[in-house]
């Protein structure tokens, strides 16, 4: 007799978490591609934080997400619509000029 795995029970769905607060759009890939992107953007010091204060530039946070965002990218090439795709690259080349024309004004 083979030694097999025990059969393991289905999982139970989690359990839905309460709505506190205001709506939130569905979470579908064009709006995680859409929050990674205005991470980066609060990284770059472009977009306020949530408390509305302002935070000074952290270009190695910026850059961490982009390259997150680039993977992302890489990894599900062929496996997007042509809408996601089209946004994914979009946010990409945005962000990364972005980046750029504002690490090239800090080291001056």
Do not use: C
């Not at 709006?31 to 609060?42: D, I, Q």
């Amino acid at each position: 007799m083979a030694n097999r795995p025990p059969e393991s029970e289905p999982e139970a769905a989690d359990p839905p978490l309460p709505d506190v607060g205001e709506p939130m759009p569905p979470v579908d890939f064009t709006t995680f591609v859409l929050s990674l992107s205005t991470s980066a953007l609060m990284h770059l010091g472009i977009v306020r934080q949530p408390d509305g204060g302002s935070a000074e530039p952290s270009f190695p946070m910026a850059r961490q997400t982009i390259d997150l965002i680039a993977l992302l990218h890489e990894k599900t090439r062929g496996n997007l619509t042509g809408e996601e795709e089209r946004i994914l690259g979009q946010v990409l080349f945005d962000l990364r000029m972005r980046y750029t024309e504002l690490a090239g004004r800090t080291k001056r």
